[in-house]
């Protein structure tokens, strides 16, 4: 009954930008934590970004200065801005949140393809 949809992928030269969202939406009382993460083929899923419900982040070291997470609140929704892309940014991307409706649950969207070609 709670839905998380991503938008915002696509294909980006190396050096370009993306924005990629996500909206949560349903059964939703509050969020705590909001996160990105990230999988290529052959590889584990990695975090990204997160930030929790008082607006704290944290990064990969992998992305630091080339990433920014933010969130809305009032909207259920967290942002992340890629600045500097490499062709090892290339993934697919999914939004991550513990949000608590009857229980604190944890929910996964779909998961949005980012591929950034030299």
């Known amino acids: 009954q709670v839905r998380l949809v991503e938008s915002g992928g696509g294909l980006v030269q190396a050096g370009g930008s993306l924005s990629v969202s996500c909206a949560a939406s349903?059964?939703?009382?509050?969020?705590?934590?909001m996160e990105w993460y990230r999988q290529a083929p052959g590889r584990l899923r990695e975090l990204v970004a997160g930030?929790?419900?008082?607006?704290?982040?944290n990064y990969a070291d992998s992305v630091k200065g080339r990433f920014t997470i933010s969130r809305d609140n009032a909207k259920n929704t967290v942002w992340l801005q890629m600045n500097g892309l490499r062709p090892e940014d290339t993934a697919v991307y999914y939004c991550?949140?513990?949000?608590?409706?009857?229980?604190?649950?944890?929910?996964w969207g779909q998961g949005t393809q980012v591929t950034v070609s030299s």
């Open positions: 991550y949140a513990e949000i608590l409706a009857s229980t604190r649950q944890t929910y």
């Open positions: 349903g059964n939703i009382h509050s969020i705590s934590a």
């Open positions: 930030i929790t419900n008082g607006g704290s982040t």
